[in-house]
């Protein structure tokens, strides 16, 4: 899969947590697109590295969008149970 492949593929993946899992999060497409990149990329490797569960280079192949989402969504947890609600505005 090329590059703009996994921008697109973090993408979604990053929307699709953040609808799982609402709340205020880093905002804004670059910071959903970061967050489901970085998500898509952790995905892959704990499927590959504890799942033993190779990921696909084919853009389609529901492991890899699973592995994504599923990386994505413990960034988010993570970036909540670190960084709480200092977001929000007193």
Do not use: C, H, Q
Request: aromatic share 10%; no cysteine.
């Amino acid at each position: 899969m090329s590059i703009i492949g996994w921008i697109i593929l973090g993408l979604v993946a990053g929307v699709i947590a953040k609808v799982l899992l609402p709340g205020r999060d880093p905002g804004g497409l670059v910071g959903t697109t970061l967050i489901g990149i970085v998500g898509a990329f952790l995905g892959g490797w704990i499927s590959s590295r504890f799942l033993d569960r190779p990921i696909s280079n084919d853009f389609f192949d529901m492991a890899t969008w699973v592995a994504a989402i599923g990386g994505s969504l413990v960034l988010l947890i993570a970036y909540r149970l670190l960084f709480g609600n200092s977001r929000e505005r007193r």
